[in-house]
């Protein structure tokens, strides 16, 4: 999942530095890396320069990012964001899942959240927890407190803060319900606290002002904590039956059309288990589509494209994509 900051491309256009970003003089190359070296300056966390992003994705594809940080914490973040402002250097906040990155990588700054991971407990049943807290973390710190109201998210294996950014959901539920407010770190690296009825929510969408989720309050309720885990445990048994968990993936590809399921459509257009290099329509789930070693990005994106199309030429249905698919074209 994926935030993106400073840009209008939705992230899918890779970082819109123009076309000299393609094949830059040698002049423009140095004052690219001294505005990325002046986005990061100081910063506490860690930063990396030319790393992969394969294993930071459930898909296990990607190219590298040209420099890649995790901050420390929230004022960490803050400042990074507020020296990539000024350096007009574009970031990508990286959560991983639901996520397809290109072979060519992602220029610029990408930032991972995987050291924002505090949970606080608050008064009447409500949990703040920072943005790179995962689902899961978050899913058993509310069982352990006997809290209902967050089991709709068993089996979903991205960050919290992507997990807002995408009203992420199943069929029992979705973040709408339990979202209380959010802690985002705007355009400018200040941190601003935002309730629920400034953001709008679609189906897989949450459209919130520009900047990154930092963290989120959770409005739970009290309840019965043998009743949560059975819930839990039976939603994660259906989906360990009917999703292939056990292989590389980004989960769901298309979002379910109108009163239908993805999955139901490309198994009837007879797509479950085409394949384009190592990258596979699932046989166990036709919304899947899993890397069976060593797929390249271009491989998934060549097989989504003749899934679409099958399912369009024998259906009439457009499938939406619900995959991020980001990097440099
Ligand atoms: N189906 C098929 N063939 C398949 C797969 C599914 O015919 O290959 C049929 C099933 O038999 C069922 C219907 O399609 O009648 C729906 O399938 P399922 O119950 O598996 O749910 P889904 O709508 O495909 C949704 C979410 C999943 C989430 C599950 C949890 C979307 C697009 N998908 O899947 O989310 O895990 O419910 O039950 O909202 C994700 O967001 O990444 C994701 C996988």
């Known amino acids: 999942m994926i935030v993106e900051v400073g840009m209008r491309d939705g992230g899918r256009q890779g970082l819109s530095l123009g076309p000299r970003a393609i094949a830059p003089t040698p002049d423009r190359k140095g004052s690219q890396a001294r505005d990325l070296h002046a986005a990061v300056a100081g910063l506490r966390g860690e930063v990396r320069c030319n790393a992969s992003l394969r294993d930071l994705t459930s898909f296990r594809i990607g190219g590298p990012a040209d420099v890649l940080c995790f901050p420390a914490d929230v004022e960490d973040l803050g400042r990074l964001v507020g020296q990539a402002k000024a350096a007009k250097v574009p970031i990508f906040v990286l959560g991983g899942t639901n996520l397809l990155v290109r072979d060519r990588g992602i220029r610029g700054l990408v930032v991972s959240l995987t050291k924002l991971t505090a949970i606080r407990d608050e008064p009447?049943?409500?949990?703040?927890?920072?943005?790179?807290?995962?689902?899961?973390?978050?899913?058993?710190?509310?069982?352990?407190?006997?809290?209902?109201?967050?089991?709709?998210?068993?089996?979903?294996?991205?960050?919290?803060?992507?997990?807002?950014?995408?009203?992420?959901?199943?069929?029992?539920?979705?973040?709408?319900?339990?979202?209380?407010?959010?802690?985002?770190?705007?355009?400018?690296?200040?941190v601003r606290d935002v309730p629920t009825s400034a953001i709008r929510f679609s189906y897989r969408r949450a459209k919130l002002p520009r900047g990154i989720v930092a963290g989120a309050w959770l409005q739970l309720r009290p309840g019965n904590r043998e009743q949560i885990e059975t819930v839990v445990k039976d939603y994660l048994h259906?989906?360990?039956?009917?999703?292939?968990?056990?292989?590389?993936?980004?989960?769901?590809?298309?979002?379910?059309?109108?009163?239908?399921?993805?999955?139901?459509?490309?198994?009837?257009?007879?797509?479950?288990?085409?394949?384009?290099?190592?990258?596979?329509?699932?046989?166990?789930?036709?919304?899947?589509?899993?890397?069976?070693?060593?797929?390249?990005a271009a491989d998934v994106i060549t097989l989504i494209k003749q899934v679409g199309r099958a399912v369009h030429e024998q259906t009439g249905i457009t499938l939406e994509l619900e995959l991020k698919i980001v990097g440099q074209p």
Request: charged content about 20%.
């Open 124 to 190: 009447d049943s409500v949990i703040y927890a920072e943005g790179g807290v995962g689902m899961p973390t978050l899913m058993k710190h509310a069982i352990t407190r006997s809290l209902t109201g967050l089991e709709w998210a068993a089996g979903i294996p991205g960050t919290l803060g992507g997990s807002v950014v995408m009203n992420a959901g199943t069929r029992l539920g979705e973040m709408r319900q339990v979202l209380k407010a959010v802690r985002l770190v705007d355009l400018k690296g200040k």
């Open 238 to 296: 259906h989906r360990r039956d009917t999703q292939p968990l056990a292989q590389p993936s980004a989960g769901c590809v298309f979002k379910n059309p109108p009163n239908d399921a993805a999955g139901r459509v490309i198994e009837a257009a007879g797509m479950k288990g085409a394949r384009v290099g190592d990258a596979q329509v699932s046989e166990k789930h036709a919304n899947f589509v899993v890397n069976l070693g060593q797929a390249k």
